[in-house]
Each structure stands twice: as C-alpha cells, then as structure tokens.
C-alpha cells in the first residue's frame, strides 16, 4: 500500500464495481525550498491534507530530501455514484465518469464557519469563461471591517477576481463551483470562501472540460466514511486541524462505532483498538480496521459468539 515516488500522479482512477477505496498511500522527497503546500498542489492535495499526513514536518521549511507521505489513498462516498459529489467535510470533490469508467477527484474549499456551503442536491446549470463577480452587501460589509473596499462589480479577467477564469454556477442561486487566482491557490483545502467551492486553476480546467449543463450535483458533510478493498474494511475519519471549525457536538468514538455497524451489518470482525486509532488520528487517511466474512463464515462467527457469551 506505501510506495516510494518521485513523480507527479494524476487523481482519475478506475471505478471499482465492488470495492470502494481507490489510489494508495506513497512518499515523495521533500526539494530544497519547497513547502509541503508546494507538495500537495504537485499531487493535487489539499492544505489540510498534507499537513495533517504530516505532523511531524515543518509545513514552511521541510528538510532537504525528508520524507513527506502523499496520501492519495481514498474511500469513496456513501452516496449514488452519478454527476458530482462533494463532501464538504473531506475537504474533497469527487466526480464519476462513467463513459470512461473513472472517478475524478479534487481538493476544494469550502464554506467557512459562518457561510456554510448548504448541503443537499443540486445541478449544474450554466458554464463560464471569465466570470465576473457581484460581492454581496454581506460580503462587501465584512471587508470594510477589516478596511477592504470592494466595489459592486468586478469583471471577469480581472486580477482581483477571486473567481478565477472558468466557473460551474449551480441551479442554488449564488453558489459556484470556481477556480481561482495564483495568491488563493494555496488555500485550497481550507474552509474559507462565503460558501462557494473553490479549486486549483488547472483542477477546474480538467472538470470544467469533462462536465454537462445539467450534471447532478449532491453535497453531503460525512466525517465518517468506511469502505472496502478486497476483503479488508477501511475507515477513515476527517477532523478539521482548526478546533474552531469543529461541529459544536464533536464526533464521538460511539459515533464512528455506529456508523461501521450500519454499513456493515455484522458482515465483517472489526478491530475496534485499530477503529479507537483512526479515531484518535482523525487525519482523514483510510486505515484497515477490520475484514469481510462470508456467509459461512458468519454463521461459525455466530456460533463462536453464542459460546463466548454464555
């Protein structure tokens, strides 16, 4: 699952039919005066990403050729497997082609505390080139706070667009899918726009290529996500780095717990010291915390616990 590189990988990967967990765990070398934010745009992570694979690496000044884990390693969502899917507590969008039998994937930004991106499904309903931007009142009041004077229009090109050159407007009034300028792209993997999904420059290209008028869209906020490669169970947890962007009612461990049990339906032994460590990690990277059985299997499972408990 862990493999040494030094090359750049793309995020399209083959759908799996039964499985739900595709790409893989690799290192890369650190270069002299790279950050790892630098790194993650080379591989198409986002800024929580690489820092949270990587507590123990300076995010300004890695050491020269130090390891740094790329952790393109991912489950897939819970959800149907058509037009786009955004899970805004992935920091993450996912788009499934089938005519080519793939599944993009791509770092977002998302709303931030108080301008939630709202969940839900919506589509796509027009593609621009250049889009100018309208700052609402909201918006315009809240820089005049901080002694920033937006005016009421600002037009598509423009170097203070934070729009960027191409954007998907969704069928919700106001809301985008965008790309952005050069001095936002490191903020990707943030939760910082006024509810909008913000992506690299070269990521909205690709699926501004790739997508219709009329694509579905469904954003959902899953922290929580378990899935299946061959006979092994992954979790993975996301936890946002900032404890003020937490939820107010942080997730528990019997949380997670309850999740794996509704997925699973008793169709798999779990080990809950390996669930109780992913847990602890919250950094979003899918561990094996258990594996499938079948239904023999199951039903010698069933006569071992009946034993056990009486």
């Known amino acids: ?68 884990l790329v952790p393109s390693l991912y489950i897939l969502p819970d959800a149907e497997r058509e037009g786009i899917v955004l899970n805004l507590a992935e920091l993450r969008l996912y788009y499934f082609h089938p005519p080519r039998g793939s599944v993009f994937t791509y770092p977002i930004s998302t709303g931030k ?6 969940l839900g499904k919506t589509r796509i309903v027009k593609k621009e080139r250049d889009p100018a931007w309208y700052p609402p009142r909201s918006i315009r009041e809240e820089r005049e706070a901080e002694g920033i004077f937006l005016p009421g229009f600002i037009p598509g090109g423009d170097e203070n667009n934070p729009l960027g050159s191409l954007a998907l407007r969704l069928a919700r009034p106001g809301y985008l899918i965008h790309g952005t300028d050069e001095a ?47 006979d092994l169970v992954y979790l993975s947890v996301h936890r946002a780095l900032d404890p003020e962007e937490r939820p107010r009612d942080e997730l528990r ?43 023999a299997d199951i039903s010698e499972w069933d006569k071992w616990q009946e034993f056990h408990d009486g």
């Open 1 to 68: 699952m862990l493999a040494a590189t030094s090359g750049v990988s793309g995020e399209e990967y083959p759908l799996p039919h039964e499985d739900s967990v595709v790409g893989e765990l690799r290192y890369t070398d650190a270069k002299a005066n790279e950050t790892l934010l630098d790194i993650a745009r080379t591989f198409d992570l986002g800024h929580d990403q690489i820092i949270a694979a990587n507590p123990s690496v300076n995010r300004w000044i890695p050491a020269s050729s130090e390891k740094v």
């Open 113 to 118: 505390m108080d301008w939630k991106t709202p």
């Open 184 to 230: 936002h792209a490191f903020g990707i993997g943030l939760r910082v726009t006024h509810g909008c999904i913000r992506m690299y420059p070269e990521d909205i290209m690709e699926l501004f290529s790739l997508v219709d008028v009329g694509t579905p869209v469904n954003i959902i906020d899953h922290a929580v996500k378990v899935g299946r490669r061959g």
């Open 253 to 295: 461990l019997g949380d997670v717990a309850a999740e794996i049990n509704e997925r699973l339906d008793g169709a798999a032994r779990i080990d809950y010291a390996a669930v109780m460590g992913v847990y602890d990690a919250g950094d979003g990277i899918p561990r094996p915390v258990g594996e499938y059985i079948s239904l």
